[in-house]
């Protein structure tokens, strides 16, 4: 992700929703450019505030502190990826295909390694990162093995497995909508190979 450009002149008065939600994401567009680049640690508030084209105060009534601002990158990441999965997918593989399309995509992966390399200083944010990402998406998946949080770990697991691993290394580059299907598909037969029964419906 980068920062959005600079946005038409902003009325003065109160802002509205729909301004106060573009703003947002102005703020965490910026953030997340800049966290990825140079890492959590060595970025401020004062230059998210800078890249964003807001005021500090803005950024600290919206969010908080920087950690809380990391948070909310996170959250809105899976939030937005999640979302998409249930506008648009029904089933299993729909939804495996599509966790595999967007965390082995290129912002998805600036991010891990991001909280991997801060992990130690930062434990608290690997615990919120964890916590919003992939425990959030093993979620979504149990609601398509009957509510098996093991079954859904373990899915979870294989989606992303070696071929993540390379990611992260920069040894692969994104796979395309067709390749993270047919990563879904043979993760997915694997997993029913090793016994873990028949994948339902999503329920409605």
Not at 31 to 43: K, P, W
Not at 55 to 66: L, S
Not at 86 to 99: G, Q, R
């Amino acid at each position: 992700m980068t920062a959005t450009s600079p946005s038409t002149p902003r009325k003065r008065g109160r802002p509205t929703a729909a301004e106060q939600a573009e703003r947002q994401d102005q703020i965490l567009d910026a953030a997340t450019a800049l966290f990825v680049a140079r890492g959590l640690g060595q970025v401020t508030i004062d230059e998210i505030a800078a890249a964003a084209q807001v005021t500090k105060r803005t950024i600290y009534t919206y969010f908080g502190d920087k950690a809380e601002v990391f948070t909310a990158v996170i959250e809105r990441f899976r939030g937005r990826a999640l979302s998409e999965q249930d506008a648009e997918h029904t089933s299993l593989l729909d939804v495996a295909a599509h966790l595999v399309l967007v965390l082995h995509a290129d912002d998805a992966v600036g991010m891990h390694r991001l909280m991997i390399g801060e992990s130690a200083q930062f434990p608290e944010l690997a615990a919120a990162f964890y916590s919003s990402g992939p425990q959030g998406y093993i979620a979504s998946l149990e609601t398509y093995l009957d509510g098996r949080a093991a079954s859904a770990e373990a899915l979870f697991g294989l989606l992303l497995g070696e071929a993540h691993r390379r990611r992260l290394l920069g040894l692969d580059p994104a796979p395309t909508e067709a390749a993270a299907r047919a990563h879904a598909q043979s993760v997915l037969e694997v997993f029913r190979l090793e016994g873990d029964g028949t994948a339902s419906e999503r329920p409605h």
